[in-house]
T-cell receptor, first 109, second 114 residues
Framework: QKEVEQNSGPLSVPEGAIASLNCTYSDRGSQSFFWYRQYSGKSPELIMSIYSNGDKEDGRFTAQLNKASQYVSLLIRDSQPSDSATYLCAVIGFNKFYFGSGTKLNVKP | EPEVTQTPSHQVTQMGQEVILRCVPISNHLYFYWYRQILGQKVEFLVSFYNNEISEKSEIFDDQFSVERPDGSNFTLKIRSTKLEDSAMYFC????????????FGPGTRLTVL
């Protein structure tokens, strides 16, 4: 059983479009959810955390959490070529920190 | 802006040798973590450390691995007898007491076992 699942992509969107990234998790008791961005050969960089059901906005990023469906998503508005990276969903479940395999996002100029 | 640092950036070793990977967490952080990422695969949790002891560890973190905080600033990961499959990027992370689950990652050490 995979603790965190993501579509590996690549997800290609044109510059200026909305990119939608999705993640599901298996531990129904999970309380903390995170989105990280990872450029090739670099370390994960925290973008957002979310703890409550609903939406959380930070600039061009919106995280959405639905605990009943065990689903987390990240929307990136006005996507830029510099947003091209792998986006990692991370969840604290079973008292451990689990990352998904990541979704590769390609923003085309 | 404070950041986590790691040394060396790249370590090459022979199978069976011991390696020590070093990390300097952000200065006021008290929770420390090690992760690894095999090339092309996901980031995997190894161990968390608080108050000079291991808080949690994964199935990967077997007897070949150990962690230590030898002084007030460094946090180390030791692999006693490296195997080919230990080749990976190793990331250190730290978090503070206010938000223990918000972790900041170092740049990583690429370990290559020949």
């Amino acid at each position: 059983q995979k603790e965190v699942e993501q579509n590996s992509g690549p997800l290609s969107v044109p510059e200026g479009a909305i990119a939608s990234l999705n993640c599901t998790y298996s531990d129904r008791g999970s309380q903390s959810f995170f989105w990280y961005r990872q450029y090739s050969g670099k370390s994960p960089e925290l973008i957002m955390s979310i703890y409550s059901n609903g939406d959380k906005e930070d600039g061009r990023f919106t995280a959405q959490l639905n605990k009943a469906s065990q689903y987390v998503s990240l929307l990136i508005r006005d996507s830029q070529p510099s947003d091209s990276a792998t986006y990692l969903c991370a969840v604290i479940g079973f008292n451990k920190f689990y990352f998904g395999s990541g979704t590769k996002l390609n923003v085309k100029p | 802006e404070p950041e986590v640092t790691q040394t060396p950036s790249h370590q090459v070793t022979q199978m069976g040798q011991e390696v020590i990977l070093r990390c300097v967490p952000i200065s006021n952080h008290l929770y420390f973590y090690w992760y690894r990422q095999i090339l092309g695969q996901k980031v995997e949790f190894l161990v968390s450390f608080y108050n000079n002891e291991i808080s949690e560890k994964s199935e990967i973190f077997d007897d070949q691995f150990s962690v230590e905080r030898p002084d007030g600033s460094n946090f180390t990961l030791k692999i006693r007898s490296t195997k080919l499959e230990d080749s990976a990027m190793y990331f250190c992370a730290s978090s503070d007491t206010q938000r223990t689950d918000t972790q900041y990652f170092g740049p990583g050490t690429r370990l290559t076992v020949l």
